[in-house]
């Protein structure tokens, strides 16, 4: 086989093996895109200055004061997303479909002054709306690579100086970043390497593969999960000028990854590599926000989030399936908790509401990536100061900007578009992990129907995300990826 230079290799590979939490998880657990109802998506979710829609609880928690009854909502998508991989001037394409709920919410209204001035309704909230989607399948193939992942196992072992007994040792005993070279040993893919002599050196390996013997390389991606947030609202109207709330909101994480990768031998043989993580937890932050009417058709909207304090439980299962003259398998499960707090919003809104023809809604999001932190790592010893100063060197403030528009056709009819920009937070490439290489952009056209106390929206939303994946696989390490990401959302809202 054609051979890296194993420092090359180590420099590479070391981020990636030794501590798992990375910018990656930091972006992720930090880039909020609510996906409440259909109305406000259809809005580009510029609610923040409206309210009267459930997604503001979310946005602006002033919004439910806007509100002179209680309405119950909830809103079935159809997701449709495409993923495609670009290598070596070759692209892989892969779609996926599924259907979830973005919302599901109540707002109730209890006038406590009849006159019209002074403090005129209490309002409530309770329900969820979508924050994260990560669902997503790709994948890629190298046919005839004259590198393997192999070298690289074997470059890690001899360059760590790794006994034959250590790779031995039950996984409990092996450090985390050395489980790859494990799992090759133990499903002999690697051999010590021998002298002159022809005596076996240890802590020096070589991979099975024969001289200049080429691979087919095949790697695919699963990921599951999103972040949920459940939220209790209370806001306060006063004379119909302005209103004041706060919703305390407990967030939910779920997320599974799955990437398998395979190499055939052109001699004959072929292993598999399976890495399945998840990460597991909940969170809660405070959100605080206030709408002003200067004059009936004219509103301003601020709102502050807190960061999402977040506790959470990470699993990693790694395994590896050799097929020689015999199969051989071995896998580790590594279990790991710590917290992640990300950063603090300031939300300013503004809209010019005209009469009752329709509307134009702008807000403007600030958040300061660098201010993301990992806490108490395993038992507490932990404290992240690597990672937290890669944070601090990499990421930077972004402006997210939505803006949208409503236009009533007739009493029961409304049209609606809407554009979302989320800047990217990366202050350049990162290479040895995945990153943002463009801000996000998204669309949205939809349509409303109203009578009497029943509501419909239908709404059509996509975003467009474009990343360069990182791979500790060879010929895979950087691959560029734009996933389209379409959602078909349907909201149901009864007035009462």
Request: aromatic share 16%; proline share 3%; hydrophobic share 35%.
């Amino acid at each position: 086989m054609k051979r890296y230079l194993y420092p090359i290799m180590v420099f590479i590979l070391t981020p990636f093996l030794i501590n798992a939490q990375n910018l990656s998880d930091a972006f992720r657990f930090s880039n909020s895109q609510i996906s409440g109802t259909a109305r406000s998506a259809g809005m580009g979710n510029a609610i923040g200055a409206l309210g009267g829609d459930f997604t503001s609880l979310s946005i602006n928690p002033a919004g439910s004061g806007i509100y002179r009854s209680g309405e119950f909502v909830f809103t079935p998508v159809y997701n449709l997303n495409n993923s495609r991989i670009t290598l070596s001037n070759a692209s892989f394409n892969d779609n996926q479909s599924f259907v979830n709920f973005t919302n599901i919410g109540i707002v109730g209204s209890f006038k406590v002054n009849s006159n019209n001035s002074g403090l005129i309704s209490v309002n409530y909230g309770f329900g969820y709306n979508r924050a994260a989607d990560f669902q997503n399948t790709s994948y890629a193939n190298k046919d005839g690579s004259g590198i393997s992942y192999l070298d690289d196992i074997a470059d890690w072992a001899t360059s760590e100086g790794l006994y034959n007994s250590y790779l031995n040792k039950d996984f409990k005993d092996v450090e985390y970043r050395d489980w790859p070279a494990k799992l090759a040993w133990e499903t002999f893919l690697i051999d010590p390497a021998k002298d002159n002599n022809g005596n076996e050196v240890d802590t020096r390996y070589v991979p099975i593969l024969v001289t200049d013997e080429k691979v087919d390389q095949r790697k695919s991606f699963s990921v599951e999960g999103g972040i949920n947030e459940y939220l209790m609202n209370l806001s306060l109207n006063f004379d119909h000028v302005f209103y004041v709330g706060g919703t305390i909101g407990i967030q939910d994480i779920s997320y599974r990854r799955l990437s398998v990768y395979k190499e055939d031998f052109q001699e004959g043989g072929s292993f598999t590599f399976k890495d399945k993580y998840s990460v597991d937890g909940q969170g809660f932050n405070i959100k605080m926000g206030a709408i002003y009417k200067p004059v009936n058709f004219i509103r301003f909207g601020l709102a502050f989030h807190s960061p999402t304090f977040f506790k959470l439980d990470e699993l990693s299962d790694l395994e590896m399936e050799s097929f020689l003259a015999k199969d051989y398998t071995s896998y580790g499960i590594n279990e790991y908790n710590y917290e992640f707090h990300n950063p603090l919003k300031l939300i300013f809104s503004g809209a010019l509401v005209l009469n009752k023809t329709g509307l134009i809604s702008a807000d403007i999001e600030y958040q300061n990536y660098s201010n993301a932190r990992f806490r108490r790592g395993g038992d507490g010893s932990d404290d992240y100061s690597d990672v937290n100063g890669e944070i601090d060197k990499n990421f930077k403030d972004v402006l997210n900007l939505r803006i949208g528009g409503e236009l009533r056709f007739t009493d029961k009819f409304t049209g609606r578009a809407g554009a979302e920009f989320y800047g990217n937070p990366y202050k350049g490439n990162y290479d040895g992990d995945t990153f943002l290489t463009h801000a996000i952009p998204v669309g949205s056209l939809g349509f409303g129907y109203a009578i009497n106390n029943f509501s419909a929206n239908v709404t059509y939303r996509q975003s467009m995300i474009k990343t360069s994946q990182f791979n500790e696989q060879p010929n895979f390490y950087q691959l560029s990826q734009k996933d389209d990401k379409g959602q078909l959302m349907v909201s149901f809202g009864f007035r009462f």
